[in-house]
């Protein structure tokens, strides 16, 4: 049983079980309130799923891509909860999620996910169905793409405003399973620099 979070758009936390599947979810597609929301979410989640936190397995993030500011408030909130309960950490790429929720949906063939990047860019990734272990074929990305440039995609486009925490766990459950942890990397997809940048300091004068 994992608790999930993801930021990378919105805000989204869920706890999953592999064989019960999604028991509770919760979030907001506010991109602004993330640091906000996310200690009430994970608390929400887990009394609605009735499980008590030394009940979980590990915990999953959506590593992104995503803007900087939101995208850290999930992972670094991840990173300390399974710390606190000593559980494994695993990183699940937003957008494989994103994916898996369209094919599981009904969605067959290339599928372009795109979500927004801000600076007026959309991130982009391409997929091609999911695998005889359930989990998607990345074909292409996560990269950035001005928004006018966008390819044409080669089978259906899908603009996501939130990602499914839900969806993160049951990646990670499902990888699990197959024996093919870790997912991704545990490396923030930002996709670009943050906006501030460290200074280079003042030179001292003896």
Known sequence: MLLA???STGTSVAVVDRDGGILAETGT???MRHAEVIGGFIAGALAAAG???????GVAAGMGPGPYTG???GIAAAHAFALGIDRPFVPVVSHDAIAWTRYTAGDAGPLQVVTDARRREFAVSEYDGLDDDGLPVRAAGPGLVPRDDVPAARGIRFDASIVSAGAIGMLAELAFAAGRLPLAA??????RAPDVTPSAGRKVLR
């Not at 499980?51 to 397995?57: E, F, I, N, T, Y």
């Not at 545990?186 to 996709?191: G, R, V």
Request: hydrophobic fraction near 35%.
């Open 71 to 73: 995208l850290r408030v």
């Open 29 to 31: 597609d506010d991109t």
């Open 5 to 7: 979070i993801d930021t």
């Open 51 to 57: 499980v008590d936190r030394r009940g979980l397995s």
């Open 186 to 191: 545990d490396a923030p997809l930002y996709l």
